[in-house]
Every structure is written in structure tokens, then in C-alpha cells.
């Protein structure tokens, strides 16, 4: 099983950032793909997932519109492409891997089984 992250760094408030996750050998026959953040004292949210098996995507509220999460199966890489980053956007983003449960593409950590080591994105203002 691999899950790691790459491509944090440092930009501008209203800049772009792509990080990717490459993620593979699963014991699962179907799986989503999430992406979370975690700002220094607070707790870890879900930013999106995607589903490997048709592409659907998910996303939480205060990144639509400005990020897109795709994937790349025949790499096992997933990207999220970040726009007009915000201070607020600056984060640790961790990729995880939850099995597949009917139709759900979830945004519960709890559903998430295997995590990365997480990659730092930093937005100045």
C-alpha cells in the first residue's frame, strides 16, 4: 500500500497550487480518493474526493468553485488543483483512501482507512 503526498509549498494569496497523491495497492476492488487539511490548531477537514472508479467528485463548501480534484488511474495519481488560494487555505493536506460503499463519496474521516504523511501548503497574504 502507498499513499504519499507531493507538491505543497509556498504562494500567494489569490495564487494557484496542483499537489498529487500517488496511491496504489489497495485490497479493495473500488475506492474514493480524499484529500483533508489540517491548519495548525484545528481539527482535520475534508476538502474533496473523487471516485476512482467513474470520476465523481465531492467537495466541501469552502473550496468550491476554486479547487478541482481528477485523477490520473493508469499513474494511481490524484491531483487537486488549487486556485485563488486564500490564509485561510494554508494547511497540511493529507490524501486518503476510503473502500467504496455503493454510490457515497465520502468526506467522513472516520470512513477513511489509509493516509499519507500529509504535504504543507503555506498561502501568504
Given at each position: 500500500v502507498q499513499v504519499a503526498e507531493y507538491g505543497g509549498g509556498l504562494v500567494q494569496a489569490g495564487g494557484s497550487l496542483t499537489i498529487s497523491c500517488a496511491a496504489s495497492g489497495f485490497p479493495y476492488d473500488d475506492y474514493a480518493i480524499g484529500w483533508f487539511r489540517q491548519a495548525p490548531g484545528k481539527q482535520r477537514e475534508a476538502v474533496s474526493c473523487i471516485s476512482r472508479s467513474d470520476g465523481?467528485?465531492?467537495?466541501?463548501?469552502?473550496?468550491?468553485?476554486?479547487f478541482t480534484i481528477s485523477s490520473d488511474n493508469a499513474q494511481d495519481t490524484v491531483y487537486l488543483q488549487m486556485n485563488n488560494l486564500r490564509p485561510e487555505d494554508a494547511?497540511?493536506?493529507?490524501c486518503a483512501v476510503a473502500r467504496a460503499e455503493g454510490d457515497e463519496l465520502p468526506l467522513r474521516i472516520a470512513r477513511y482507512d489509509?493516509?499519507?504523511?500529509?504535504?504543507?501548503v503555506t498561502v501568504s497574504s
Open positions: 465523481d467528485t465531492k467537495y466541501a463548501d469552502s473550496v468550491k468553485g476554486r494547511a497540511v493536506y493529507y489509509y493516509w499519507g504523511q500529509g504535504t504543507e
